[in-house]
């Protein structure tokens, strides 16, 4: 197999995928452990003894389900070691037990249904994607669970290239260090990564639709909101009840409205209340904030306090407690740093007649927290669709692009 036997490359990466995407590994967002499930160890062993046959050296799978691999380099090649990376964990949103993975040959434009739940339909109505792959071959699951292409196509598609460059004497590449993670989709994929077993540069293979190329991401941020006030009987609580709930939900209701998720987009920032909990005497509220600017998610946290400050004398008595907690912070600060990283991400897709979607993540990704533990990490698509649900997708085309963007990305580091 070369990186130009696209028939080959379809039979090889459709295979891994679908024989990856049956294996239960979705992560735990209760679990205290690492790994948060101890199922994603069923897909890291089955990962290593691939590696080790595919002729891989120091192939290992460590005590938090990490699995790390190197392909030495190429005769003769001195370039810089770089790391491709991909999760083994899926969402915990929808169910990824027993996937069956149903490939739907030459799709015709038509709705795609489901042998395991009739009532569901994925139609180009929903999803106008679907009528740029006419004639392709779609893989959806059956309809009881989701499908796994977030990430198991990422691995499925790293595996893949690694194949071809074992077994091509004629492309160059130097030295690449390979990591598979657990629990990325519950926040944790880079708790306990060991940077110093990865290469100078990495690229997470998790992005969507083809073309992806993501250098830029979110700052993020956590608030908890603890509200103490005064349970009295309501009987005879003039003047002195302080009802916890309630201001809880007056201070949440003064946020600005216009910025919260459901009426943001691109690279407008948001407050987000997760969840509110509570009684009279005490009461809970959880906040995301995020925002591509580090100076407006700073305005949206002393807004927050400003307003502690006003409930504070408005309501004299209460307590409120106000804790804020970085989650991650906007990659491209690293990454604008060494254009290059991204820069020769680009020219390998566009070597493949891609065009290059250069969108900023309304999220996070690992490559954001890597990226700031010293490993510049941009993101590349895999193909996917409707990621997290029921009737996620990913035509096979796209998986094949893909190992042929992460071998000529390689090739470009020699």
């Not at 891989?56 to 790390?68: A, K, L, Q, T």
């Not at 069956?100 to 929903?126: A, F, M, Q, R, V």
């Not at 992460?406 to 580091?413: C, D, F, Q």
Request: net charge negative; proline share 5%; glycine share 6%.
């Amino acid at each position: 197999m070369n990186i130009t036997c696209e028939n080959q490359i379809k039979e090889s990466v459709v295979e891994r995928f679908i024989r990856y995407a049956k294996v239960y590994t979705t992560s735990d967002e209760n679990g205290i452990k690492n790994p948060t499930s101890n199922n994603q160890y069923d897909l890291a062993e089955l990962l290593k003894e691939e590696l080790i046959a595919l002729g891989m050296i120091n192939v290992e799978v460590d005590d938090c389900c990490y699995v790390y691999a190197t392909l030495p380099a190429s005769k003769d090649v001195n370039g810089t070691p770089i790391s491709f990376i991909s999760h083994m964990d899926t969402s915990p949103a929808v169910t990824g037990e027993n996937v069956k993975p149903i490939i739907h040959k030459n799709y015709k434009g038509d709705d795609l249904t489901y042998p395991d739940d009739k009532t569901l339909i994925l139609s180009p109505k929903e999803c106008p994607y679907l009528l740029d792959y006419i004639g392709d071959d779609i893989i959806t699951a059956s309809g009881i669970s989701l499908l796994g292409a977030d990430d198991k196509a990422g691995i499925a598609e790293i595996m893949t290239a690694l194949e071809i460059l074992i077994n091509s004497d004629d492309i160059q590449h130097p030295e690449l260090r390979i990591c598979f993670t657990p629990d990325e989709e519950v926040g944790r994929g880079a708790d306990s990564i060991d940077v110093n077993k990865l290469g100078k540069y990495a690229y997470t293979i998790d992005g969507g639709q083809i073309g992806e190329l993501e250098d830029e991401c979110f700052n993020a941020h956590g608030i908890e909101l603890v509200f103490t006030g005064k349970n009295v009987h309501p009987g005879s609580a003039k003047n002195l009840l302080i009802n916890a709930c309630k201001i809880a939900s007056e201070f949440v209701t003064s946020l600005p409205a216009n910025e919260s998720p459901e009426h943001t987009e691109k690279r407008e920032g948001f407050y987000h209340l997760s969840s509110i909990s509570g009684n009279e005497s005490q009461a809970k509220a959880s906040l995301i904030i995020r925002d591509f600017d580090a100076a407006k998610n700073k305005s949206r946290i002393d807004f927050i306090n400003s307003l502690q400050e006003t409930f504070l004398i408005k309501y004299p008595g209460l307590i409120i407690d106000v804790t804020v907690k970085e989650s991650y912070r906007n990659m491209n600060e690293v990454l604008k740093e060494v254009p290059q990283v991204v820069e020769k991400a680009s020219n390998a897709m566009k070597d493949f007649d891609i065009k290059v979607l250069r969108t900023p993540i309304r999220g996070g990704t690992d490559g954001a927290r890597l990226s700031f533990m010293g490993l510049p990490t941009p993101n590349i698509f895999t193909g996917g669709f409707l990621f997290h649900s029921k009737k996620e997708w990913i035509p096979v085309s796209s998986m094949v692009k893909a190992v042929q963007v992460i071998v000529r990305l390689a090739e470009s580091w020699s």
